[in-house]
Each structure stands twice: as C-alpha cells, then as structure tokens.
C-alpha cells in the first residue's frame, strides 16, 4: 500500500474542519475545495476574482506536492448562483490552458462563509 501523505500548505486560509489541504498517495493527488479566501481570511466580492483566488490556491497545493495544472484530471466546481458560471469559466481557462481536465459544476444552497460565492476542488495524477 502507498504511503499517505496529508500536507498543510503555508500561505492557505486555515482548514475550517478537520483535514488538510492535500493528500498525496503513489501518484495520486487530491486538494481539498479551495474558495477564494485570502490567507488573512478576507474575501473579494466579485465571483471571478474569488475563482482566481480559489485556482491560485490550488496551484499553491498542487506545487506542494509536485505537481500542476497539467496534472488535474478531475475538477468540481460549486457555485451558489449557477449564472455566474461565465464569470468563474474565464480564470478556469486562464489556469487549465491546454489542458481539459473531466470536470463537475453544481449550484449549492450555501459555502462555509456567506460572502463565498464558488469552491473548487480537483483532483490529479502525476506520471
């Protein structure tokens, strides 16, 4: 069996609950829903900037374990208004590029903040 890493990443909001913000085994990688948070906890009002936010911090997460955009299979994003979908999709672009990972997006009722409009959370393999 494939050691389990659990890794908290500096320079990420602080997990809310009990886990951590990646966990590595073998080659496969899973990052907990990041939102756009900054690490001080403040949060921008618009959903684009947030989704940025949000993709930053994956990347972040992702490095920590070495890996990157290119290696995100699986992403799923939620949102609590489906109609800020184009808003969120343009930072998406500009983070994925090339790479088309299989991906998810659903309208939720609520996040863990009120003022958090999306979160996302991916999932990857490294070669």
Not at 65 to 93: F, H, M, Q
């Amino acid at each position: 069996m494939a050691k389990i890493e659990r890794v908290m990443v500096p320079g990420q909001l602080k997990p809310v609950s009990h886990y951590c913000h990646v966990v590595k085994s073998g080659n496969l990688i899973w990052v907990s829903g990041a939102v756009g948070a900054r690490e001080d906890g403040s949060v921008p009002s618009d959903v684009g900037e947030q989704a940025k936010l949000a993709l930053e911090n994956i990347d972040a997460c992702l490095k920590a374990v070495g890996a990157s955009a290119a290696n995100v299979v699986k992403v799923t994003v939620y949102l609590t208004d489906i109609n800020d979908r184009r808003a969120v999709n343009e930072p998406r672009k500009a983070y994925f590029g090339e790479h088309l990972p299989a991906s998810t997006l659903v309208q939720i009722v609520a996040l863990v903040l009120p003022e958090l409009k999306v979160e996302i959370e991916v999932q990857a393999i490294l070669p």
